[in-house]
T-cell receptor
Framework: EPEVTQTPSHQVTQMGQEVILRCVPI?????FYWYRQILGQKVEFLVS????????KSEIFDDQFSVERPDGSNFTLKIRSTKLEDSAMYFC????????????FGSGTQLSVL | AQSVAQPEDQVNVAEGNPLTVKCTYS??????LFWYVQYPNRGLQFLLK??????LVKGSYGFEAEFNKSQTSFHLKKPSALVSDSALYFC?????????????FGTGTKLQVIP
């Protein structure tokens, strides 16, 4: 089965630093998502992306966050100035059709902000 | 707004016994319902989905789920639990929102299958 790949698997950063989390969605997919999961808590929606623009974002996705798909394959999540509370597992997901299709998730990037 | 509730933080079941992981949902329109499983240090994996049709949906690894519209529930079931089924299970709902659809996840239920 095709996979969504995420790099790095672990990222440690200092508070206030910028981080970029990378994702390579499945090649024929058109809809892309970022979710995060704080340790032991629920999986939270951050943002959805379609046709090179954000289609929806949650209240978590403030001005410190941005996404882009710079080269038609990678899908990145940037956090400009990390905070302690940004520490979480970040999951990228994609699907071919926004309707009834399941989401394919990557294995996640564990972000630790010190 | 769509939402999903998983009332149990943890479910313990003996190996070989049937298991049920509960989920209730709230949407304004027709729900698309999903179950995902998360093994330690792994991403979420799709188990099964309900879109329309037969209320009993069969999925991966012998799991099934029953859609009950009157009770707004979508409980996950398996007739005979395996130790390898021990994982975190997430119920999810998808509904059109502002022209696009996002998936909303429940808080997750940890399933512990005891040998």
């Amino acid at each position: 089965e095709p996979e969504v790949t995420q790099t790095p698997s672990h990222q440690v950063t200092q508070m206030g630093q910028e981080v970029i989390l990378r994702c390579v969605p499945i090649s024929n997919h058109l809809y892309f998502y970022w979710y995060r999961q704080i340790l032991g808590q629920k999986v939270e929606f951050l943002v959805s992306f379609y046709n090179n623009e954000i289609s929806e974002k949650s209240e978590i996705f403030d001005d410190q966050f941005s996404v882009e798909r710079p080269d038609g394959s990678n899908f990145t999540l940037k956090i400009r100035s990390t905070k302690l509370e940004d520490s979480a597992m970040y999951f990228c997901a994609s699907c071919r059709d926004q309707g009834r299709e399941k989401l394919f998730f990557g294995s996640g990037t564990q972000l630790s902000v010190l | 707004a769509q939402s999903v509730a998983q009332p149990e933080d943890q479910v313990n079941v003996a190996e070989g016994n049937p298991l049920t992981v509960k989920c209730t949902y709230s949407v304004s329109g027709n729900p698309y319902l999903f179950w995902y499983v998360q093994y330690p240090n792994r991403g979420l994996q799709f188990l099964l989905k309900y879109i329309t049709g037969d209320n009993l949906v069969k999925g991966s690894y012998g799991f099934e789920a029953e859609f009950n519209k009157s009770q707004t529930s979508f409980h996950l079931k398996k007739p005979s639990a395996l130790v390898s089924d021990s994982a975190l299970y997430f119920c999810a709902v998808r509904e059109r929102s502002g022209g696009y659809q996002k998936v909303t996840f429940g808080t997750g239920t940890k399933l512990q299958v005891i040998p």
